[in-house]
C-alpha cells in the first residue's frame, strides 16, 4: 500500500486515473464485503478545469474533501445518486478522479440486493450505479481510500491489455474540457457504458492473462 501512496504522490491526475484501472476496489461492510475491478475512470484537473466542481479554486462547505490530502474520499449527489471520486493530489490543489464504473467480484448477491435486482453489466456500469452496489453511503465523505472501510488494495489489482482515452461524459458546453480524453477504460470490459457490443472481450474482458 506504500507504494501506491507514494505513486499518488508523484503522478499526474490523469496518470493516477489510469493506474485506478484495474484496482481493486473493497467495501466491507455490516453485512460483508463487496468489491470489484475498476475499469472506467475520469481526471477532473482541479481550477483549471471547467468541468471540475473546484474549478477557479471554488471552495463551499460541499467541497472541503477535495483541499485534503490524496486518497481522500470525495462523494457528492447527482440526479438523486451519489457519485464517487478520489483526492489526488497534495493538500490544497483540488484535482482528483471519479469511479465511473467496476467489474464486480465480491459479493455480488448482496450488490444484486442493493441495486434492487439488477443484475449483469447494469450491476454497476454507471458512477451511480456502482456506488449503490457497494453500499457506499455519505459517511465515508472525507475518509481516506486507503485506510477505510472502502478501500483499495494493490495485492489484487489486475493489468489492462489496452487503455482507451475517451472525452468525459456529461460536459456539454465547456470548452476544450468538453472534448478533452480526460475519460480511460479497460478496452473490451463488458462493465464499460456506452460502448459497441462488438467490442466487448467476452472471453478475457480485457485484462492481461497473467492475472486471470
Known amino acids: 500500500m506504500n507504494d501506491t501512496i507514494n505513486f499518488f504522490n508523484k503522478k499526474s491526475t490523469e496518470e493516477i486515473a489510469q493506474f485506478l484501472l484495474g484496482m481493486y476496489l473493497e467495501h466491507e461492510t455490516e453485512t460483508g464485503t463487496l468489491a470489484g475491478y475498476i475499469v472506467d475512470t475520469e481526471a477532473y484537473l482541479g481550477p483549471k478545469d471547467e468541468a471540475a466542481h473546484s474549478f477557479g479554486l471554488r471552495n463551499t462547505p460541499r467541497l472541503k474533501a477535495m483541499y485534503e490530502k490524496p486518497g481522500t474520499i470525495y462523494l457528492y449527489a447527482m440526479h438523486t445518486h451519489l457519485i464517487l471520486n478520489m483526492v489526488t493530489q497534495e493538500k490544497g490543489n483540488p484535482q482528483g478522479v471519479m469511479i465511473r464504473a467496476i467489474e464486480p467480484v465480491d459479493g455480488i448477491e448482496k450488490m444484486e440486493k442493493n441495486r434492487k435486482g439488477r443484475k449483469g453489466i447494469e450491476l454497476s456500469n454507471g458512477p451511480g450505479k456502482l456506488v449503490a452496489a457497494l453500499g457506499i453511503d455519505r459517511e465515508l465523505y472525507g475518509q481516506s481510500i486507503f485506510d477505510s472501510s472502502l478501500r483499495i488494495v494493490p495485492e489484487k489489482r489486475k493489468t489492462p491489455q489496452k487503455i482507451i482515452s475517451l472525452p468525459r461524459i456529461g460536459i456539454p458546453n465547456k470548452g476544450i474540457w468538453t472534448d478533452l480524453p480526460l475519460r480511460y477504460v479497460v478496452a473490451g470490459n463488458p ?12 472471453k478475457a474482458f480485457g485484462w492481461k492473462e497473467e492475472n486471470k
Open 191 to 202: 462493465y464499460i457504458s456506452k460502448q459497441k457490443r462488438s467490442d466487448i472481450d467476452q
